[in-house]
């Protein structure tokens, strides 16, 4: 069972980080069972689906030991601890994903660290994120959060934009200077016709990704499934899924 934080105490830093990468090794290696199972039972090569570990909350040491054990993508969901944590992590072969929902006031920080912003759901972000890539001199990756708890014309309880309106906003991206259409993003809604229902909204979202290609046919990313739900991803045809708790442990109380 995946634990939380190690206790640290005098004198027995090493031996409690040797213990942490331990417990990592072992949490990696359950949920590579689990992705390399589900795509057995679905059918598809294992180098399909990516492991994307979302590290938010936990400190800048787990990074170093993920990605020792091999770990090349990582996902925050706040850029207050995001920023200062990738700053650390600077040396290391790692894509940040950013998959919360972002405001516009912190797009400059974003833009500097991330590689993928997963979480866009409207055109003013579209608009700042291009404008400080730009100043960055970077290329940003973006995926339509995809909201299948909302409304047309309205954004989703955790983010997102209406299906009925993924394609004017990949249109946006798609003619932004410094950004790149990667694909869509969704979370398994909590309310609506899809609560409850993981693998039926994440083929939903498939059907989204499909119609996206037939105009953006590089936008092939899907991004699904955590921790609970990863194997209704890896079935619907998710190409990444984000996985923070059963890697990490059960996540300390934001204070």
Same mark, same amino acid.
């Given at each position: 069972?995946?634990?939380? =934080? *190690?206790?640290?105490? /005098?004198?027995?830093?090493?031996?409690?980080?040797?213990?942490?990468?331990?417990?990592?090794?072992? @949490?990696?290696?359950?949920?590579? &069972?689990?992705?390399? %199972?589900?795509?057995?039972?679905?059918?598809?090569?294992?180098?399909?689906?990516?492991?994307?570990?979302?590290?938010?909350?936990?400190?800048? +040491?787990?990074?170093?030991?993920?990605?020792?054990?091999?770990?090349?993508?990582?996902?925050? @969901?706040?850029? $207050?601890? /995001?920023?200062?944590?990738?700053?650390?992590?600077?040396?290391?072969?790692?894509?940040? =994903?950013?998959?919360?929902?972002? $405001?516009? @006031?912190?797009?400059?920080?974003?833009?500097?660290?991330?590689?993928?912003? $997963?979480?866009?759901?409207?055109?003013?972000?579209?608009? %700042?994120?291009?404008? &400080?890539?730009?100043?960055?001199?970077?290329?940003?990756?973006?995926?339509? $959060?995809? %909201?299948?708890?909302?409304?047309?014309?309205?954004?989703? &309880?955790?983010?997102?934009?209406? *299906?009925?309106?993924?394609? %004017?906003?990949? !249109?946006?991206?798609?003619?932004?200077?410094?950004?790149?259409?990667?694909?869509?993003?969704?979370?398994? *809604?909590?309310?609506?016709?899809?609560?409850?229902? !993981?693998?039926?909204?994440?083929?939903?979202?498939?059907?989204?990704? +499909?119609?996206?290609? /037939?105009? =953006? *046919?590089?936008?092939?990313?899907? +991004?699904?499934?955590?921790?609970?739900?990863?194997? &209704?991803?890896?079935?619907?045809?998710?190409? =990444?899924?984000?996985?923070?708790?059963?890697?990490?442990?059960?996540?300390?109380?934001?204070?």
């Amino acid at each position: 069972m995946a634990r939380g =934080h *190690p206790r640290r105490t /005098a004198g027995g830093g090493r031996a409690v980080t040797d213990d942490r990468k331990t417990e990592l090794a072992e @949490n990696l290696a359950r949920v590579e &069972e689990r992705i390399s %199972a589900a795509c057995a039972r679905a059918g598809r090569p294992r180098d399909e689906v990516t492991l994307i570990v979302v590290t938010k909350t936990y400190p800048a +040491s787990d990074v170093r030991l993920l990605a020792e054990l091999g770990v090349r993508q990582v996902a925050e @969901n706040r850029d $207050q601890e /995001a920023a200062p944590k990738a700053a650390e992590c600077a040396d290391l072969p790692l894509t940040w =994903h950013f998959v919360g929902q972002l $405001q516009t @006031n912190k797009v400059r920080s974003v833009a500097g660290y991330t590689g993928i912003v $997963q979480s866009i759901d409207r055109v003013r972000l579209v608009t %700042a994120l291009s404008k &400080e890539a730009v100043r960055a001199g970077r290329e940003l990756g973006c995926l339509v $959060q995809v %909201a299948l708890d909302a409304e047309s014309g309205e954004r989703g &309880e955790r983010g997102g934009v209406a *299906p009925d309106g993924v394609g %004017a906003l990949a !249109e946006a991206i798609a003619s932004a200077e410094g950004l790149r259409l990667d694909g869509v993003m969704t979370v398994a *809604p909590l309310a609506g016709p899809y609560a409850g229902r !993981e693998l039926a909204a994440f083929e939903r979202l498939m059907e989204i990704s +499909s119609d996206l290609r /037939a105009g =953006h *046919p590089a936008a092939t990313m899907v +991004s699904a499934g955590m921790s609970a739900d990863l194997e &209704e991803a890896v079935a619907a045809g998710a190409t =990444h899924v984000r996985v923070g708790t059963a890697v990490l442990g059960v996540r300390p109380r934001l204070r």
